[in-house]
Structures are given as C-alpha cells and as structure tokens.
C-alpha cells in the first residue's frame, strides 16, 4: 500500500500551495502589520499561530473525510463535486473582487510570544474561508478508493504548512518594503488574482470531468 502522494500529485498541490501562500488574506496582513508595529521577532511568532491553526484543521479534515469515504464514497463524491464547485466561485471572485492587502503602519504595545503565536493561532482556526477551503481543497489530491487516504490527507496538510512557513517568512522579513510595494502596484495584485482563477479552474474542471467509479 501506497502511504504517500504520487510524485504528480505532490508537484501539483505544491504549486498551489505555493499560490496560495502568496495570495494576500487574513493571515498576511496580520503578520506584515504585525511585523510593522511590533517587529519581526513578533510576526514571525504570528506564522507559528497561523501554521497550528492549519494543523488542526488538517487532523480534522484527514480523520473527518476518511470516516466519510468509509461510511460513503458517494457522499465524498458529493463533497468533491462541491468542492470543485467552492472553487470555481474562488476563482469568479478573484477575478471580480481581487486581492486586497490594506497595512498600516501602527504602534502598539508589544505582544508576548504566547499571544502572538495565539492570534495567529485563532486567525486561521475561526476563518470560515479556510474551513471551507481545506474541506473542499485536499479532497481533490486523494482518491475515495484509497485505502490510505488519511495517511495522504495528513500528509499533504502537513505539506501545505512546511510550503507555505518559508513563503510567510519571507514575506515578514521584507515587510516594509512589501507591504509599500503591493499596495502601489495594484497590476502585480491582478496577475495573482488571474493566475489564482486559472489553477482553481483547472482544478475544479478536473474534478468535474473524472467520471465516476
């Protein structure tokens, strides 16, 4: 039995996490100002927040979906049927909304490490976006016929947190210039927004056409 993604799968999911790493939300905005007000140090113990957050929703979904394709493989079709849908809409509204990054450069009292790391934490835990997301975005990298399907969710969750800590990382520690830089240039913004829509698309198009089994 097979514990681990295949090569082709691994490549892709890393090339959309790597997207969605440098896509502007919640999380990125939180630790550039973060990093802003109260410094580096700080907004890289906001990451360690944020990347806890995706780990529990990574044991939730991997041992949540895997107890659903045990008690129903086509109750899972349906969730990657949705799924493909969720991200269709994803992609619309990138094109019709776009990024947003709006930082201001404010002074603050400085925050200790345990509630840096907890707003983090709470961030991407309470985030109904980033539930939805990881229900409807890691499903598509398994198969309902995979005995070890929740080896492979785990796995690629996991996966998800070691891309993407080196891309927030880099992103705190040029900050200042970062946060300047995307705000005045509002085309850089678009290209993420066009490229996001072209990869979900492609991902929601495959899920839509894979016959059922």
Known sequence: MDLLPSLPTLLGFAAATLLLAATPG???????????????????????????????????????????ITASPTAFLILKTGGAAYLLWLAVQAIRFGSKLTVAK????????LSNISSGFWVNLL?????????????????????????????????????????????????????????????????????FAGVFSIFAAKILLTPAK
Request: aromatic share 10%; net charge positive; with cysteine.
């Open 26 to 68: 919640p999380d990125m905005t939180l630790s550039i100002s973060r990093a802003l007000a109260q410094g580096k140090n700080s907004a890289l113990f906001v990451v360690v927040g944020t990347s806890l957050g995706i780990v529990v929703h990574t044991m939730l979904v991997a041992f949540g979906i895997s107890a659903l």
């Open 106 to 113: 404010v002074e603050a009292q400085k925050g200790t490490t």
């Open 127 to 195: 985030n109904p976006k980033v539930i939805i997301f990881f229900m409807t975005f890691l499903p598509q990298f398994v198969s309902a016929g995979d005995p070890a399907v929740t080896q492979k969710l785990l796995f690629l969750g996991f996966c998800f947190i070691l891309i993407g800590m080196p891309v927030n990382a880099g992103v705190i520690l040029a900050a200042d210039w970062l946060a300047s830089w995307l705000q005045n240039n509002r085309k850089v913004l678009r290209g993420i927004d066009y490229t």
